[in-house]
């Protein structure tokens, strides 16, 4: 992990003489949601209402837990605009107590759904008399569990819709069960970017944009990478990328049972010269692709907006549980047999208006409700008590054990036992700290590595 300091993680920005910074916070708990929520705040930074920018703090914080990410992880996910080495891990208690004692005027929880709904009780608890505008969202394609994670992120005053397809369905869940809709703000990914795809004479190469969790099972995922590599035994002229996620043992935002490197390694007669395994960023990976390939990943969004030539995998079926049924309407759906006979699907103009990419050059202005909306909030004065969804007379039965995870209770005080007390020197800090390390990595070996090989036995 990062080293952990007292001080907040700030951005290279200092304030005006005589003029206020906006200070915002960002928990998240993974790599792919770091990148969303910092990325999101620098978007959300911008221009005001007034159009005068103001200067801008960020303080950076992960929320300790299996998807944590580590270092390396950190300076993969590109520039953020955040001093990566200064931000620090903290658990949802102590995120509370740090929203309690730093006068922050926006908050961004890039975290998965029962996460958001922990905090907004926590922040509710607090009853702070100028609480921050809480703003979150989600991280790409929304193909699951719309409704549950939608509800769990009910209660924030922003929840940002990536294209217009996902605000308008945002909107239909919550009116649907009689939940303030007004929240939901049209805006797009905030980490599309990248010049435009162009041809260079030489240069052709496929990228195969891997999941961690999609597909799960050994087989599928076999098949994946085998006929991968017979694209680059069929063209030994193109350059052939498998881009992975991360590093076995690892963890990203899904889990990753079956790592492609350990697949590989595995794979009957080696990899062929022009196929090779890489990491990084996937912005600097994009600049040299001719060709994106993936069953549904982020990915894909992020190459039709460069208008890089996309296809989205039918091999294993179009269906719920791989996402790539989100991608019906596209044109973007093909198969490795066509891809091998040359074929570069073309993408269909009025899905990709739907879709937030901003293929068209609006990419500019996507952010602009988003902020006037943050603007507006701030502007307003004292904000009112956040009001989720879900209550203990609403959700009796799911409510309590959410937060009970993050140790708050049913009113999202925190536990008794649950802050820790203050440390009293550095031998102290020093013990604590490996305390917390050696738990988080037998934690961590257990769900990437035992849990997995128990499951597979049980598969028996």
């Not at 891997?210 to 017979?230: C, F, H, N, T």
Request: net charge neutral; glycine share 10%.
């Amino acid at each position: 992990m990062p080293p952990r300091t007292e001080d907040a993680a700030a951005l290279a920005v200092t304030p005006a003489a005589g003029s206020a910074a906006l200070r915002i916070a960002v928990l998240a708990d993974s790599d792919t949601r770091w990148k969303w929520g910092a990325l999101t705040a620098r978007r959300l930074a911008g221009a005001q209402e007034s159009g005068v920018d103001r200067p801008v703090e960020i303080t950076g914080l992960l929320l300790r837990g299996r998807a944590t990410p580590t270092p390396r992880q950190l300076a993969e996910v590109g520039e953020v605009g955040v001093d990566t080495d200064r931000v620090r891990e903290v658990t949802a208690v102590e995120f509370l107590h740090t929203v309690r004692d730093e006068a922050f005027d926006v908050v961004v929880l890039a975290l998965v759904g029962g996460a958001v709904q922990a905090m907004l009780h926590g922040l509710a608890a607090l009853e702070l008399p100028r609480r921050p505008v809480v703003v979150t969202g989600y991280v790409g394609v929304v193909y699951e569990k719309l409704a549950d994670g939608l509800l769990l992120r009910h209660g924030a005053d922003v929840v940002l819709a990536n294209s217009r397809h996902d605000a308008d369905r945002f909107r239909a869940v919550y009116e649907g069960v009689g939940a303030d809709a007004s929240s939901v703000t049209e805006a797009a990914l905030p980490f599309l970017g990248g010049e435009p795809h162009r041809a260079v004479e030489g240069r052709d190469t496929v990228v195969f944009a891997a999941q961690p969790s999609v597909p799960a099972s050994r087989a599928d995922r076999m098949y994946l990478l085998r006929r991968l590599v017979e694209h680059a035994r069929l063209h030994p002229g193109r350059e052939v990328l498998l881009k992975l996620r991360s590093k076995p043992g690892e963890h990203t935002t899904h889990i990753e049972e079956l790592p492609y490197q350990r697949l590989a390694e595995r794979l009957p007669g080696g990899l062929p010269p022009n196929f090779r395994l890489v990491y990084g960023h996937m912005g600097e990976v994009l600049d040299r692709t001719d060709l994106l390939v993936t069953v549904s990943s982020t990915a894909a969004l992020e190459s039709l907006h460069r208008r890089i030539p996309t296809a989205v995998l039918s091999d294993l079926g179009v269906r719920e549980t791989l996402g790539n049924h989100h991608f019906i309407g596209s044109g973007l759906i093909t198969s490795w047999d066509h891809l091998d006979g040359g074929l570069r699907p073309e993408p269909d103009e009025e899905w990709l208006a739907g879709q937030g990419v901003a293929a068209d050059g609006s990419y500019a202005t996507a952010y602009d409700t988003a902020r006037a909306r943050v603007g507006a909030l701030l502007a307003a004065g004292p904000l009112p008590r956040l009001a989720p969804y879900y209550t203990p007379a609403t959700a009796p039965g799911y409510l309590p054990g959410i937060l009970a995870r993050h140790h708050l209770g049913p009113d999202g005080v925190p536990l008794p036992g649950a802050v820790a007390p203050k440390e009293t020197g550095r031998v102290r800090g020093a013990v604590r700290e490996t305390v917390r390390n050696a738990a988080r990595g037998a934690y961590r070996h257990g769900v990437q590595r035992v849990a997995p090989v128990i499951r597979r036995m049980g598969e028996l």
